[in-house]
């Protein structure tokens, strides 16, 4: 197992994850401020400022305990997002993840195949035994795309959030090493080619 210390580039059908850099940071302020993403992700406790964001996107190829990768668009190399492995655990073999795309990015599949490219990498080329996140209960796009991907609901916090009002669950999930080896992403297929025999 090595750390996240390696920044690759990773290239699907509609995306390619890459480092960030500097240069980034203004995309990444539009994408941060958008209504949708701040309904799904929460409200950041201070506000960021254009130097500051280009300061963290600038500092993300110097972290060895975790992997940021832009998420951008294939056809147009435009910027849409980022995923993120954070919170790593070497003894266990595991860490979190977590993701925004912002409004280019949506509708296309460019989520999910950016969940599984840098969750395949996390599992194949880094090691990893074991992913999770947690989404709110409330977006069931996000939760789709998971499922999709393999990740599996272990539970549901209940209640645990309060925003505009409201009490909002985080449903949690995860996807194993041994789960990833069977269906590399795909659970779907695999359910639906053992259903055809």
Wanted: charged letters at 30%; glycine letters at 10%; a negative charge.
């Amino acid at each position: 197992m090595s750390d996240f210390s390696v920044k690759p580039v990773l290239t699907g059908d509609r995306t390619v994850l890459r480092p960030f850099t500097e240069a980034d940071a203004a995309v990444m302020a539009e994408i941060i401020e958008d209504p949708e993403v701040v309904r799904f992700t929460g409200e950041a406790s201070e506000e960021f400022s254009l130097e500051r964001l280009r300061s963290w996107y600038g500092s993300r190829y110097a972290q060895n305990d975790r992997l940021d990768l832009a998420v951008t668009d294939r056809a147009t190399g435009e910027l849409v997002g980022e995923v993120v492995l954070y919170e790593w655990d070497a003894t266990a073999r595991s860490c979190t993840f977590r993701t925004l795309v912002g409004p280019r990015g949506r509708g296309r599949g460019i989520g999910t195949e950016a969940t599984r490219l840098i969750v395949g990498h996390g599992f194949e080329q880094l090691g990893l035994h074991r992913i999770q996140l947690e989404a709110y209960g409330h977006n069931p796009r996000a939760l789709r795309v998971y499922e999709k991907v393999g990740f599996v609901v272990e539970g549901v916090r209940r209640e645990a959030d309060f925003r505009d009002g409201q009490w909002l669950d985080w449903v949690m999930m995860a996807v194993l090493d041994h789960e990833w080896a069977a269906h590399h992403g795909r659970p779907d297929v695999g359910a639906v080619s053992s259903r055809a025999r």
